[in-house]
């Protein structure tokens, strides 16, 4: 197939661009290189069946319709994936995540391109009431503006599934990990005990419950979906347990062989609009036949193996 | 207190500013004219507490600010309520619903105004599993643009109350009618049968069950909640009651007093995005205090009332 893979340079993107190159598949990667890393793509970008179109979805939108043009499919990753620091640039999840969405939406529907898989995010389901929590959960509150966004944008492509004759899969992660992750706790806390081993401050009180996937997991469900003929479908993907942070702070801090004094910053949430208890009932999609092959555990160690090896991506600013 | 009304020139807008300064408020009513009508405005614009400031959400933000610093709420109502035509201008329910809400939210955060209620729509719930829906029906799959629209800005305000410290308050109504109402069935059926009483062309096959609400009940909604304190409430309204769209010809018939041939173009649905049946649970805005004075049918009879003695009403263009 031909595929454009958005967010392609990215964390995600990179790792499912390798993917579907090892696979046979053309693909055509959009990025603006906001929080992609050329290094990810070294391998793809000399493939011949590859090529890389660096413009942003969101004032570039013009320049989608040659990309697009003639292409099977839209993998939609890209995104402003930061949650924590929302409220330091209030308009950019909805200029990334919202307004680009519908670009690439318009696009596709000009060009006749009419098959979209698109990255979600359990963060979509607010402070759940339910847990662990289905796609068909009680009609959700948002706490952040990532979410928000994310949500908006799942209804875009819902309304195009319905009235533009659009091939819709949403997929709602729980946060990603592995190979090239680039930001979030595990990075944090790398960064910070590289700094000083004997000492780690860990926002909130430790007890926040999240899950975790690796990222190779993750591939796999979103590749199973390529082909797959319906109108539109919600699929929550993550592994069958949940951690507290403090928790993953052991296996960090084990995996390192440092041994720190944990400092809390208190509170039961790590910042305005983090959710305090993410975990997703996957039933649905291991009943179509996906399935993990990593624990939450394994998921973390494999992250800061990756970034022992690859210092750089450690040093990558976090923070805006 | 010091009001402000976006879509205060609107059908529901300006009765509900005709209702606040009746009361004894302050309001400053913002609107675009796209289909806001000044002769709603006939006797508000000329009253001492009422000011009016013409511009359009989503491309004059910046003069945002003056209108909204020192008012204590703002009731957001305008919007882009064009559902059917959504997609002749796939790009309008984004702008005018989305952006322009982002925009109002932002002149607020800025300055320090934290009160919003916002008019949403039974809509976001797309085909509700459950009826009568309740506002923590299963997830919702979106339908139409508008919609999506309405879902995304919904989820901005939530983000905004917990996020920035907002005081929200999100109605979804069923379709409004009554008094200055200027599109929907009701103006197309009064618009037809004024040009040919013998012959009444009705889309879909008159089946579609929907609910309906008088103007004035909506507007008791409103403003029994502009000094309620609370993080975020969510409150469908409606009547306790459906009836299908050929119940509703039937009415419409009676009043004018005619007699057609009913002609139907077929099918389960008026258009694309269309909702065969839209019913919502609101016994969370009963158990508030607020109750309904008019029925389903004293809702359409005195909307068709309102047309007859205000033909220019009927002239208005609905298609865009």
Redesign the interface.
Known sequence: MNVVVTGGAGFIGSNLTDDLLASGHQVRIIDNFSTGQRPFLSEASSHPNCDLFELDLFTQSECLLDVIHGTDIVVHLAANADVRF??DH??RD?EQN??AT?NVL?AM?TTGVRRILFSSTGSV??EA?VIPTP???????????Y???K??A???L??YA???GFEVTIFRFVSVMGARYTHGHVVDFVRKLRRDPSKLEILGDGSQRKSYMDVSDCIAAVTAQLDRDHR?E?FNLGVDDYCSIAESAGWICARLGVDPELVYSGGDRGW??DNPFIFLDTAKARAAGWETHFSIREAVERTVDYLVEHPWVVDLQDAP
Chains 1, 2 share one sequence.
Request: aromatic residues 8%; contains cysteine.
């Open positions: 929302g409220w209030p308009g909805l919202v307004v519908h318009e529907r389901y607010g009431s796609e068909d959960a009680p009609f959700p509150v948002q706490t952040s503006l979410g928000a966004s949500l908006a799942e209804g875009l819902q309304a319905e009235g533009a539109c919600v305005v609009g």
